[in-house]
């Protein structure tokens, strides 16, 4: 997967810094020592180099295409987000609410463990703030016994599919122009921790939700 | 006629294709993966009519099947061919999607938009995915009069 290229169209992931973080990371694979010029990059880079010790050889830019997303949108997002930092005490889960609720039907339970990990982590990503208006996570069992997860919001889509063949499940997000043009998506369970992959993914979204909130 | 208007109908079979928040789901255009021993290129479709002229939409939604019921009893909505054709050019794989006209005797409109073969479910997802984010407002029978 090459999110990089950069060709005489626009850019089609539009990850700031993304050429700087690829320096840095070439940087300690070849030489094994930091030179990042932010902290940023030296604790992303950090995280990757203990990446590729756990899991071994894996695709290079599937692991630092996710850990951008995550570490460097949430960086980015950091400073918009955190007047919305909750002062309630509990978490109000309305959003996730039916779609917990379709889990005790999925007849695979193997899926549904699956399922509820991955809310489980959505709920907990979102549970240090506090908007108003999450639109609802849906939970649908296909026809072939495959689950969808799909969550839409006003310029976001995301997805995750749940298959019988476990490591064959996938997550998808796609996002329009005033969202920057996101298509990103990828297998769930072949090499990145999943709680690093929706990480990535809550970050993108939270500037979507930021920008709801102002506009409710 | 081979060159192609700028937007295609989809018909809304299943009330769970649009969600309680009006959004249209990504189910709303996954593809039928029975069309596959159909087709020479083992692909897989997802059913249109292409919008030739301003008849169609209401031909879509009153569109009938042979016991005389409506195929699209909940709506239909519009996708515009250029976020069809952004979809080809702006993926992360190759020529995931084309599309097709494939006149039946009783709709000269009838198209597909075709999903070629070894894709990835989360690819399909991803382009069904923004083709939801696109398309067009739900249009009913009550909407359209």
């Known amino acids: 997967m090459s999110s990089r290229i950069e060709t005489n169209q626009r850019p089609i992931y539009t990850v700031p810094g993304l050429i700087e973080m690829e320096k840095d990371f070439d940087q300690v694979i070849i030489t094994g020592s930091y030179s990042a010029a932010t902290f940023l990059n030296a604790r992303i880079v950090s995280r990757l180099r203990d990446e590729i010790t756990d899991y071994g050889e894996k695709d290079l830019s599937e692991l630092y295409n996710g850990y951008i997303l995550s570490q460097l949108q949430a ?3 950091f400073a918009n987000t955190t007047k919305y930092i909750s002062t309630k005490k509990g978490f109000q889960l309305e959003f996730s609410k039916d779609a917990r609720a379709e889990l005790v039907k999925i007849t695979n339970r ?10 489980n982590i959505i709920e907990s990503q979102l549970q240090p703030y506090d ?20 969550w839409a919001f006003d ?11 476990i490591s064959n499940s996938g997550y998808f997000l796609a996002s329009n122009h005033l969202a920057g043009e996101i298509r990103n998506s990828g297998y769930l369970f072949r090499g990145l921790r999943l709680g690093t992959i929706i990480h990535s993914l809550i970050s993108l979204l939270l500037d979507d939700l930021i920008n709801h909130e102002r506009i409710s | ?14 009330g769970s294709s649009i969600r309680s928040n009006n959004k249209a789901s990504l189910k709303l255009f996954l593809p039928d993966d029975r069309t596959k021993k159909y087709r020479n290129d083992n692909g897989i479709e997802t059913s249109i009519n292409w919008e030739d002229n301003e008849t169609v ?3 879509t939604l009153n569109y009938k099947d042979d016991n005389n019921r409506l195929v699209f009893p909940n709506g ?4 515009s061919r250029d976020r069809i054709d952004s979809v080809i050019t702006n993926t992360n794989v190759s020529n995931p999607v084309s599309y097709e006209r494939d006149k039946l ?3 000269p409109y009838h198209g597909n938009i075709v999903f070629r073969d070894g894709l990835a479910q989360h690819d399909i997802n991803l382009i069904c995915g923004t083709f939801a984010l696109y398309c067009s407002k739900v249009h009913t029978r009550q909407s359209n009069s």
């Open chain 1, 155 to 165: 310029n976001v889509r995301l997805g995750f599919n749940i298959e019988n063949q």
């Open chain 1, 110 to 119: 193997t899926l549904a463990d699956q399922v509820e990990k991955i809310l």
């Open chain 2, 1 to 14: 006629m081979n060159e192609y208007p700028r937007a295609c109908i989809r018909g809304i079979q299943k």
């Open chain 1, 75 to 77: 960086s980015d997002l």
């Open chain 2, 76 to 79: 239909a909505v519009r996708l």
């Open chain 2, 105 to 107: 005797e009783d709709n």
């Open chain 1, 131 to 150: 908007f108003l208006t999450i639109p609802p996570i849906y939970v649908d069992e296909l026809e072939n016994g495959s689950i969808l997860i799909e």
């Open chain 2, 57 to 59: 939409l209401d031909f």
